[in-house]
């Protein structure tokens, strides 16, 4: 038998063994607990989204807010199933009632018809933007779920185009048009209101029509609002070369769909108009342009460029019609009622050609490269390295011009171009003086230059 004292220290030493042992089962049991509660119980839902339940929620779900699962991918098919090919979608977010757009929220289609996209949590509606497609029905689309989006086609407005002897005519221009009686507060219902015939003779314009209201509309605004007041009679002007111009009444509805193709026939053109232009020394305008319109029809316009002096318009109807002569904006003679076949004298009630002009652009003294010149002789023209622009044989007159320095706003400055002078007396050329504004140099082969600068 062991003695007294050494089972007593046996005893002690089992006992803190098994305490020891104890704290530690204990420590490692609360180490899992807490572990496992630190790890969400992840699935995947319905919707192909990732979901986890949350400890500190009481083991509500909620959905992930990693972006690559929030990604919206679509493909955009037609009436026949195949892939929608242009145009572009746009993509909003509807949560809580609130409509919200994402950054990257417009995206091109695909040669396959398909985008992908920036989604949200909550709903993802898509608008389509196509000349000639609209959604079939509205378009939601869920993160992480590939959706087939269905587009269907616009109704059309269709005509055909011939000549007398119903061959048809390619390359006609088609411009549409409100009737006389119209609504002024409609819109012309065709989405753009220029084309050519094709080959056939054929044309056609897609008619405006609203697609169906998805959510975000009818939360953000309301689809009651989103209709439109459209025309219900459409004027088509047709006019070819070597053809009279034709103007036909089409009803919208009646002409679109499955309806028969209305055909419009040219007639053979009217006699031609000529004439001549000249200022009041009988010499010729170096940049007239004439323009002849219809008096009965302002939609029937013609231009000419006269060639030295002379001047035609061809392809005209029975008319009668108005003539305005212009140069840089300045109206030099007009002729009111002219027939087809007559031959008109015009003679302009300004002087052909003054002298060239030179500007030079400043800005706080220094040249100004690129400003944008408008006005007078100037077309769109535009200030070289050295803040300089030139125009030829400038007709005399007062004009405004538009001065637009890169990156600043629009400035005006009025610009006077003198007729080009006579040889001065002795007297005279004594007591001329000139203007601060404008320095005449040696003149040019018998002309003058004028030298100008403007400052910004």
């Known amino acids: ?13 089992v006992g803190i063994g098994g305490l020891v042992a104890l704290v530690l089962l204990v420590g490692w049991g609360v180490r899992r607990t807490v572990g496992s509660a630190s790890r969400p119980a992840s699935g995947r839902g319905a919707s192909g989204e990732v979901e986890s339940a949350d400890a500190n929620a009481g083991g509500v779900s909620s959905r992930s807010h990693d972006s690559a699962a929030r990604r919206v991918r679509a493909v955009v098919v037609d009436d026949d199933g195949d892939p929608l090919e242009g145009g572009h979608v746009s993509l909003r977010c ?38 000639s497609a609209i959604p079939a029905e509205p378009w939601v689309i869920e ?57 056939e003779g054929q044309f056609s314009f897609a008619l405006i029509r609203r697609g169906p209201c998805d959510p975000c509309t009818e939360a953000d605004r309301g689809c009651d609002d989103l209709a439109l007041a459209l025309q219900e009679r459409v004027v088509v002007a047709i006019h070819a070369p070597q053809f009279g111009p034709a103007r ?30 000249l200022d009041p020394h009988g010499d ?77 652009i400043t800005y706080d003294g220094e040249p100004q490269a690129g400003v944008t010149v408008d006005g007078g002789p100037f077309r769109g023209a535009r200030t070289d390295l050295n803040g300089q622009v030139r125009a030829d044989a400038a007709m005399p007159g007062e004009y405004t011009l538009s001065l637009r320095r890169p990156g600043a706003g ?44 403007l400052a910004l």
């Open 248 to 277: 036909v009444e089409l009803d919208v509805d009646a002409n679109s769909g499955d309806n028969e193709t209305p055909q419009i026939r040219l007639m053979p053109p009217a006699d031609v108009i000529s004439g001549t232009l």
């Open 410 to 453: 629009l400035v005006r400055q009025p610009l006077v171009i003198p007729p080009r002078p006579e040889p001065p007396s002795d007297e005279a050329a004594a007591t001329r003086r000139e203007p601060r504004t404008q320095r005449p140099v040696a003149p040019p082969l018998g002309g003058i230059r004028l030298q100008l600068r």
């Open 94 to 131: 509807l949560a809580d009632g609130e409509v919200t757009g994402m950054a990257g929220n417009t995206v091109v289609l695909d040669e396959d018809g398909g985008f992908e996209g920036p989604g949200c949590i909550g709903q993802v509606c898509v608008e389509l933007h196509h000349p």
């Open 1 to 13: 038998m062991m003695p007294a004292p050494k089972r007593l220290a046996l005893r002690r030493a």
């Open 284 to 360: 010729p305008y170096p940049r007239a342009t004439i323009l002849a319109r219809a008096s009965q029809d302002p939609t029937e316009q013609h231009q000419s460029s006269p060639q030295e002096h002379g001047f035609a318009f061809e392809s005209l109807g029975s008319g009668p019609y108005d003539l305005r002569a212009l140069q840089d904006g300045v109206e030099l003679a007009t002729a009111m009622g002219v027939r087809p076949g007559e031959d008109i004298e015009l003679v302009g009630s300004m002087v052909a050609s003054g002298p060239d002009v030179d500007l030079e």
């Open 143 to 199: 993160p992480g779920v590939p959706g087939v989006l269905r587009a269907t086609s616009l109704p059309r407005l269709r005509g055909m185009v011939v000549d007398s002897r119903s061959r048809p005519v390619a390359a006609a221009r088609i411009s549409v048009g409100a009737a006389l009686d119209a609504d002024p507060d409609a819109l012309i219902p065709t989405i753009g209101t220029n084309t050519t015939t094709d080959a």
